[in-house]
């Protein structure tokens, strides 16, 4: 067991006593000395923020979160005290840390001097991290959907940081042909999460010679393929005319034209070449595959 299970365990007997604990905290709350322990939270009702009680003495305090809306549930330490997680990124820690799931948990101490430890939580895996799922309802622990979202960077500091410092940060205006990448946003108040929805993942070259000249985060256009589309006025040659021709006849992924500006098909009846335009797509191959969804680890 971990040692915040143990904390429970110890404290279930405390629970009447203290008058604490009996029903889940659903408003703003500005925690006590004598408030910490096990503290259930309900955010069903709107935002919640709870501010932890002075780091002053030892303390341990595990927040944990019953409810499965979207609004969002802020635990923030007092005054200009912190919270010491991904210190790899900003030594100081952050101000606050985001609640997010039904059963989603942080186990604190204080260290008596400013600021708080996080000894346990529901999801460790790392920042930034993408993964596939086999449900379309998004795990509690800090998860968040792959679709290139724009976040606001101090709703999400730590994440910001890690944009910024992860090699894969771009410029809004590049994310054409990046969109695996981190971009800046606006500019000023916002930053873009990688976008991996209907995308192959492959693993960056870092200097194997195999792919070489790729960046991470950038895109790549499938391999084209020439295909004997069926019908009359079309050749045996000919590139498959339609998207969903494309799809349906060939299994194809559908490519628009301008990212194959040298491809030529030919017509049947005049073996005449033509180069494909907005009326004619190409069709680029793909594996035979399973569509899961993709996540992405926000906290």
């Known amino acids: 067991m971990s040692r915040a299970n143990d904390l429970a365990a110890m404290e279930s007997g ?11 905290i659903t408003a703003n709350k500005v925690l006590t000395a004598d408030e910490t322990g096990v503290l259930l939270v309900d955010a069903s009702a709107g935002a919640v923020t709870i501010t932890l009680p002075p780091s ?28 010491k997680f991904h210190t ?22 204080s260290d008596g001097a400013g600021a708080w430890l996080p000894l346990d939580r529901l999801d460790r895996a790392a920042l930034g991290r993408p993964i596939f799922e086999t449900s379309t309802t998004i795990s509690p622990g800090g998860w968040g959907l792959a679709n290139g979202a724009l976040l606001n960077r101090v709703e999400w500091p ?10 894969l940060f771009i410029g809004e205006a590049e994310r054409v042909g990046m969109e695996g990448a981190w971009t800046s946003g606006d500019g000023a108040a916002t930053f873009r999460t990688p976008e991996l929805r209907g995308e192959f993942l492959r693993a960056l070259d870092e200097g194997r010679g195999i792919d070489s000249g790729r960046v991470g985060g950038g895109s790549q256009k499938g391999s084209l393929m020439m295909s004997d589309y069926p019908s009359s006025g079309q050749g045996a040659t000919t590139l498959a005319p339609t998207a969903s021709q494309a799809a349906a006849d060939y299994g194809q992924d559908p ?5 194959w500006p040298t491809a030529w098909g030919v017509n049947t009846a005049s073996l005449t070449p033509f180069k494909p335009s907005t009326s004619f797509m190409l069709g680029t191959s793909r594996p035979r595959n399973l569509a899961y969804p993709a996540r992405i680890k926000l906290i």
Do not use: K
């Open 255 to 259: 490519s628009v034209h301008t990212e």
């Open 158 to 167: 730590w994440l910001w940081d890690y944009a910024q410092q992860s090699g």
């Open 88 to 109: 790899r990124l900003r030594a100081s820690g952050y101000a606050f840390f985001v609640l997010m799931g039904a059963g989603d948990y942080w186990h604190l101490r």
């Open 14 to 24: 405390l629970l009447a006593m203290r008058g604490l604990n009996n029903a889940a």
């Open 56 to 83: 002053s003495r030892p303390m341990d305090v595990r927040v944990q979160r019953v409810d499965n809306s979207g609004n969002r549930l802020v635990v923030q330490a007092a005054g200009d005290e912190a919270i």
